[in-house]
């Protein structure tokens, strides 16, 4: 065997050991690429869960620092109410079939979590009633923190004591998110038929809970 083969052996022998390493690389630049992808997604959904869970403090404490006096804050929570009352009654109405399995808002919220007709049928109702999830939530919130303490007012009653509730809540509540929701929860109502309150269902409602945040 002369120099010539020897060296082009060499040579070609050489070749195979860099290309072994090359790929040896590739596949070590795969894993990291998998690995920064698998990670970055993992950081953009931690981020997520960190600025819903600030806004969701934000909006607790606006709802609590609210300046209302008690007939303001009845008013409000009237509104607030008897959106809660036809959201539940609208989705009952497109799902017959589970009214019984359906009893408050609260077992509709938890459960279109997991159930995908349920959560299509939601889905339509707010669009009907021109509201989104953050408004939902919102008024869920602002019930919770002062249900307990308000009195529900007739549309004929709220008109006594106040012309232009609209006017009052852009004045008073700061908060963007609970601002849009009640001002859209007040849009709803005087643009329909004005929703009763009867007491039963008035207690249904306290077992009311704030929505995760999703999306």
């Known amino acids: 065997m002369n120099n010539e083969t020897t060296t082009l ?8 050991r860099v ?3 090359l790929q040896a690389l590739q596949a070590q630049f795969k894993e990291l690429d998998f690995t920064k992808d698998n990670l970055t997604q993992k950081f953009e959904h931690h981020s997520k869960m960190l600025a819903s869970q600030a806004a969701q403090d934000e909006l607790w404490r606006a709802v609590l620092a609210l300046k209302f006096t008690s007939m303001e804050l009845n008013i409000i929570y009237s509104y607030v109410i008897e ?9 009952l109405e497109k799902l017959p079939d ?3 399995g359906l009893p408050t808002l609260t077992s509709v ?9 349920i959560q299509v049928v939601w889905e339509s109702v707010l669009e009907e009633c021109g509201l989104q999830e953050g408004d939902v939530t ?6 919770i923190a002062h249900g307990n303490k308000a009195e529900h007012y007739s549309a004929k009653v709220r008109q006594m004591y106040i012309r232009d509730v609209t006017f009052m809540i852009t004045n008073m509540v700061k908060n963007q998110a609970l601002q849009d929701g009640l001002l859209r929860a007040v849009q709803l109502i005087e643009k329909g038929k004005t ?7 008035k207690s249904s409602l306290k077992e009311f809970v704030i929505p995760t945040v999703k999306n």
């Open 98 to 100: 589970l009214v019984r």
């Open 83 to 91: 959106v809660l009352i036809r959201l539940h009654t609208c989705v």
């Open 9 to 16: 052996i060499s040579l070609k022998e050489a070749m195979k």
């Open 109 to 117: 919220l938890r459960r279109k979590v997991k159930n995908k007709r």
């Open 195 to 201: 929703v009763t309150a009867p007491e039963e269902q």
């Open 138 to 143: 919102a008024l869920c919130t602002f019930f």
């Open 19 to 21: 290309d072994h390493k």
